[in-house]
């Protein structure tokens, strides 16, 4: 009777097999991440992830604030939590940024 043998080959493991691939700190850039403007001063730009389009912080805006009042309007918020969250946003955009040193 013969008998067969096979070898088998180790195959490499996810973590050997991911060493050839760039880790996000491998890619640094000299941009800052977030716009150097305050929102709501019409000068900063957004950019929209999926896209890379470039939009005008004047047009994130008014799509902020009309996606809100147009949640109010349709009853999917009730409208003293909507002024809550309201009050929230302009409150949190117009606070001087402090340092926590």
Same mark, same amino acid.
């Given at each position: 009777?013969?008998? $067969?043998?096979?070898?088998? $080959?180790?195959?490499?493991?996810?973590?050997?097999?991911?060493?050839?691939?760039?880790?996000?700190?491998?890619?640094? $850039?000299?941009?800052?991440?977030?716009?150097?403007? !305050?929102?709501?001063?019409?000068?900063?730009?957004?950019?929209?992830?999926?896209?890379?389009?470039?939009?005008? !912080?004047?047009?994130?805006?008014?799509?902020?604030?009309?996606?809100?009042?147009?949640?109010?309007?349709?009853?999917?918020?009730?409208?003293?939590?909507?002024?809550?969250?309201?009050?929230?946003?302009?409150?949190?955009?117009?606070?001087?940024? $402090?340092?926590?040193?």
């Amino acid at each position: 009777m013969a008998t $067969t043998t096979t070898t088998r $080959t180790k195959s490499p493991t996810r973590s050997a097999a991911r060493s050839h691939e760039p880790r996000p700190a491998d890619f640094t $850039t000299d941009k800052p991440s977030t716009p150097d403007v !305050s929102p709501d001063s019409g000068d900063g730009r957004y950019v929209i992830p999926l896209i890379h389009t470039s939009v005008p !912080s004047k047009v994130v805006n008014l799509g902020f604030w009309g996606a809100l009042l147009g949640t109010v309007a349709v009853g999917a918020v009730d409208p003293p939590l909507g002024l809550l969250i309201g009050a929230g946003v302009v409150i949190a955009r117009h606070r001087p940024a $402090t340092n926590p040193s």
